[in-house]
């Protein structure tokens, strides 16, 4: 069988030896949507070519695998026995599946109450320690920063190096899905900015053009647009419910080397979005994932951005299925009927 995976994909482009024993599931390989009837309803007209990067896709449903096969691989080579991340729950639940894979002991402290469904559910299979933190997810990176400091444990959130170099094979994918090409735009959430910051390393590195980077941070949660940290963040896209992200000076490199800007958005305006993609293009993501296409609307709604003839690609960081709940509280409840034809005729009709 050939060898699938990001690692083994992009290996010349990756820190990483032949002798060392890969944790992979098989990740990225995503597929680039175009989205026609989308670019249509931002930009009638204009020639927009919109692509979709579907990473819910991923082994485990978010884009954070690329990344945690990178440090999984890494803590399982230096002989780590435990892993362990703070998280608002996608981080929690792909470093849940990498460690099991390795066989390495894993905890994962999460914001108490603010962790979608099946984030929780899912690292709760894959056996790792959930704990619930009093706080929130700054609260929790900040104990996972020191609790490393004391005791021998490997750290897997973006702070670590190696998930950075996993994730940037998102960009070494999207130029060859695009044949060679950088998008004009390349719109994604920011949380804790370990994602932009991942993709313009990519794309820098592999030298075949630069996108302008657009990110959208939901309006409670924003604290690289407001310039300082938000204390006590709140948004429905509780994926990116980050007060003081880690990587925050990195994403402003980002915006600054590629002319790019990271804009507020509504959680009205995300779950517009959210829900374009669904409705339109049959695409299910969770809400955060809907934050790019959010703020490259809104860019092109306040005349930001002229849209006409360029490329744009907007990363869905996680699958739809992660957040049931806001999915059915978003939605009319099911209609229910009897069960004779004659009620869904008479429904039907109605
Ligand atoms: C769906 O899982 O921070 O800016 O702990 O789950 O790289 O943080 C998740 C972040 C976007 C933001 N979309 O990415 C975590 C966590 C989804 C996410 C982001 C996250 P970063």
């Not at 390795?102 to 899912?122: F, Q, S, T």
């Amino acid at each position: 069988m050939r060898w699938q995976g990001v690692i083994h994909k992009y290996r010349h482009f990756l820190p990483f030896t032949e002798d060392m024993r890969v944790i992979s599931l098989n990740e990225g390989d995503t597929p680039l949507i175009p989205a026609n009837r989308l670019a249509e309803i931002l930009a009638p007209n204009s020639g927009l070519k919109l692509f979709l990067k579907y990473e819910g896709l991923n082994p485990t449903g978010s884009f954070k695998d690329r990344g945690m096969t990178a440090a999984i691989t890494q803590a399982a080579h230096e002989g780590s026995k435990t892993v362990i991340c703070a998280s608002t729950g996608n981080t929690a639940a792909s470093a849940a599946a990498y460690a099991a894979r390795a066989g390495l002991r894993c905890l994962v402290l999460v914001p108490e109450g603010k962790i979608a469904l099946g984030k929780l559910a899912a690292s709760l299979a894959y056996g790792a320690e959930v704990i619930s933190i009093e706080g929130s997810f700054d609260d929790a990176l900040d104990m996972v920063r020191e609790i490393v400091e004391r005791q021998p444990i490997a750290l897997v959130n973006s702070i670590n190096p190696w998930r950075l170099e996993g994730q940037k094979t998102g960009a070494f994918e999207i130029v060859d899905q695009l044949e060679g090409n950088a998008p004009d735009w390349h719109c994604l959430p920011v949380g804790n900015a370990g994602n932009i910051t991942a993709y313009w390393m990519g794309y820098k590195q592999y030298g075949k053009g630069l996108p302008q980077i657009l990110g959208g941070q939901a309006a409670g949660s924003a604290p690289i647009v407001l310039g300082k940290a938000v204390e006590k963040p709140e948004t429905i896209a509780t994926a990116i419910r980050i007060g003081n992200p880690a990587r925050w000076r990195q994403a402003l490199e980002a915006l600054d080397e590629s002319g790019g800007i990271i804009t507020a958005v509504s959680d009205e305006k995300i779950l517009e979005s959210w829900r374009l993609l669904a409705r339109i293009e049959g695409v299910f993501v969770e809400p955060a994932s809907a934050t790019g296409l959010a703020a490259l609307k809104q860019q092109i709604e306040q005349g930001e951005i002229d849209p006409r003839g360029k490329t744009a690609v907007c990363i869905l960081t996680g699958h739809g299925l992660k957040d049931p709940g806001t999915a059915v509280n978003q939605a009319s409840p099911p209609i229910n009927l009897p069960a004779e034809i004659g009620a869904l005729e008479a429904y039907l009709e109605s």
